[in-house]
């Protein structure tokens, strides 16, 4: 008796997983600050900007891609200017060389009050 009515409830249950909206937000952001910038600079390789790109393009914007990995190539033809980030990674990273405290191992810091973090 318990089992079927516990049944009935999962199935009533609704697992609501929210979709990121972040590619329609930098899409509203760029129509909506369009009088504020004369290049529109992409930081991704992703097929749902090309829409657009082309619209910026068609309203005089100058149109930047910077991205790795796969870059949808209507994409790469409307940019302006397409750099490919694996290619700049040497340029625009660093590595920061730290030593390990005595007797801690290696000091990465901590969010959760481990091993590095300053209590």
Same mark, same amino acid.
Do not use: E, F, W, Y
């Given at each position: 008796m318990m089992a079927k009515k516990f049944s009935r409830m999962m199935r009533e249950i609704i697992i609501e997983i929210p979709k990121s909206n972040f590619d329609v937000e930098i899409s509203v952001d760029a129509i909506r600050i369009f009088d504020r910038y004369d290049t529109f600079c992409l930081f991704s390789g992703d097929s749902d900007f090309a829409y657009l790109s082309r619209f910026l +393009?068609? +309203?005089? +914007?100058? *149109?930047? *891609?910077?991205?790795s990995g796969q870059v949808f190539h209507t994409l790469k033809e409307v940019a302006d200017l397409y750099i490919n980030a694996q290619q700049i990674k040497h340029d625009i990273s660093s590595v920061k060389e730290t030593t390990p405290h005595e007797g801690r191992g290696l000091d990465i810091g901590s969010a959760s009050g481990g091993q590095g973090s300053q209590n």
């Open positions: +393009k068609r +309203k005089g +914007k100058h *149109v930047m *891609v910077i991205a």
